[in-house]
């Protein structure tokens, strides 16, 4: 793989109630692009964007002053509260109009923006996804990583592939970004997208640091809320389980009418209960076997409406501009 032309970076920052953090993020994330751009690895144009997800505080005046003092500072201001994801993508949006490189870093300095030239070089050897991992934890909570193994686990069961320990620190080239964006569903759970994506990608891996200033605006409801969006957005496993337990149900009812009979010819059943527990449980069965067989359209009708790309192409000698602009 060589470079036809260095190519634009853009580092995504989403941002939520950051005012006590940003004034020790920006500079570093400054210092870093400088040098990237003094290495000549990217090239001069390259930016930072902040994405300013609906802040309560400070935290767009902060960007906008922000910009004044550096022309590689920009912002982007939603209209109110988001979510991480969605402030994600609309930064990533974005930055691809313009952008060979999109990098996603939290605004807390929770992951180390010193392994960004390392992303930048890995890119340029080739790579279209680079993922930044914690091999390291320690300074997160025993409850946050337990939380997060047991979500790994039921995702695994599920059939996603996760990549673990990764969180949105990362670099996508401009075709990955393409062909996410072509997913169209209006809660996207990037993380389990992107490895579906298909893409060469390599890991990177990093130690976790305790967050730098501010609180962080994961509560254990959100995060609930983040690990449902995961399960439901990737799988119908939770409809199948419905249908296995009804089917289950019904077969246990089966059994005990069988039993019920047998009892009823050697005149020891109780008058009126059982026919009544028998029925009860059949059509409970029943009953959860109808629900999970419209749950299957359900679901089916819920993957048809994400609406994304049947396929994704990585490489076309046929068309003459498909190749990005910075790859030979
Ligand atoms: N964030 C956001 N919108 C939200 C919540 C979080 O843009 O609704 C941003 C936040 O500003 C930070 C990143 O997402 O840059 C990760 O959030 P945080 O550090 O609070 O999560 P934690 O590290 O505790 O999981
Ligand atoms: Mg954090």
Request: hydrophobic residues 45%; charged residues 20%.
């Amino acid at each position: 793989m060589t470079l036809k032309q260095l190519p634009r970076l853009a580092i995504v920052v989403p941002c939520y109630n950051e005012e006590p953090v940003l004034p020790t993020t920006a500079p570093i994330l400054a210092d870093i692009l400088t040098q990237l751009i003094h290495d000549r690895l990217v090239t001069a144009d390259s930016r930072i964007l902040f994405v300013d997800d609906g802040s309560r505080d400070r935290t767009w005046q902060l960007i906008d002053q922000l910009r004044t003092q550096n022309s590689h500072f920009t912002g982007l201001k939603l209209s109110r509260n988001y979510g991480q994801e969605a402030a994600l993508m609309a930064g990533m949006e974005t930055a691809a109009r313009q952008a060979d490189y999109v990098i996603t870093i939290d605004a807390d300095l929770q992951d180390d923006p010193t392994l960004i030239p390392a992303m930048v070089t890995q890119a340029h050897a080739g790579y279209d996804v680079i993922y930044g991992v914690r091999n390291d934890r320690s300074t997160d909570s025993w409850f946050k990583r337990t939380t997060a193994n047991g979500f790994y686990w039921v995702m695994g069961k599920l059939g996603v592939n996760l990549i673990p320990n990764h969180s949105d620190f990362r670099l996508l080239t401009h075709p990955v970004l393409v062909a996410l964006m072509r997913c169209h569903e209006t809660r996207p759970f990037i993380r389990g997208i992107i490895p579906q994506l298909g893409f060469p990608a390599t890991k990177l891996y990093y130690k976790r640091q305790p967050r730098q200033a501010g609180v962080s605006k994961y509560p254990l409801r959100k995060m609930l809320r983040f690990a449902l969006d995961g399960i439901l957005s990737f799988s119908v496993a939770p409809i199948r389980a419905l249908l296995v337990a009804g089917l289950t149900i019904c077969g246990g009812a089966l059994l005990m009418i069988l039993w019920i009979l047998i009892q009823h010819f050697r005149g020891t059943v109780v008058t009126g209960w059982s026919s009544i527990m028998a029925s009860l449980w059949f059509l409970g069965g029943f009953q959860l076997v109808a629900i999970s067989i419209i749950g299957e359209y359900v679901g089916r009708t819920f993957t048809e409406v994400k609406h994304r790309p049947r396929f994704i192409i990585q490489t076309d000698t046929y068309t003459p501009s498909f190749t990005a602009a910075y790859r030979e």
